[in-house]
């Protein structure tokens, strides 16, 4: 599975992004996707999850930090999952990465463990 992000850049404090994850697989309708975020010298952090419940069903989850300001959502038609960042903070700045689990149907997916595939990340810049 391949994975590209597209969609950062430099904006102000207040303003919004929004970055996609086009995916590679004829399955991707399965694929747990997530967004997690890493600075300098810091681990990789959740920020976004859209998992598979089966079916047609999906659970998006969100790190505290970012509930009320970000929207994952995924369209399964054109293998690509979008993470739209509203109110952006200078403390959102970081580089950040999709990534895809293939295990199935499954809530959570928060750690970055159980991920096993990674896109090459996009740099997001919020000045103050």
């Known amino acids: 599975v391949q994975l590209q992000a597209s969609g950062g850049g430099l904006v102000q404090a207040g303003g919004s992004l929004r970055l996609s994850c086009a995916a590679s697989g004829r399955t991707f309708r399965t694929y747990n996707m997530g967004w997690f975020r890493q600075g300098p010298g810091k681990e990789r952090e959740f920020v976004a999850t859209h998992t598979w419940a089966g079916g047609i069903t999906y659970l998006a989850d969100y790190a505290d930090s970012v509930k009320g300001r970000f929207t994952i959502s995924r369209e399964n038609a054109k293998n690509t999952v979008t993470l739209q960042m509203n109110g952006l903070k200078p403390e959102d700045t970081p580089v950040y990465y999709c990534?895809?689990?293939?295990?199935?149907?499954?809530?959570?997916?928060?750690?970055?463990?159980?991920?096993?595939?990674w896109g090459p990340g996009t740099q997001v810049t919020v000045s103050s």
């Open positions: 990534a895809a689990d293939l295990g199935g149907v499954g809530g959570g997916r928060r750690n970055p463990n159980e991920y096993d595939y």
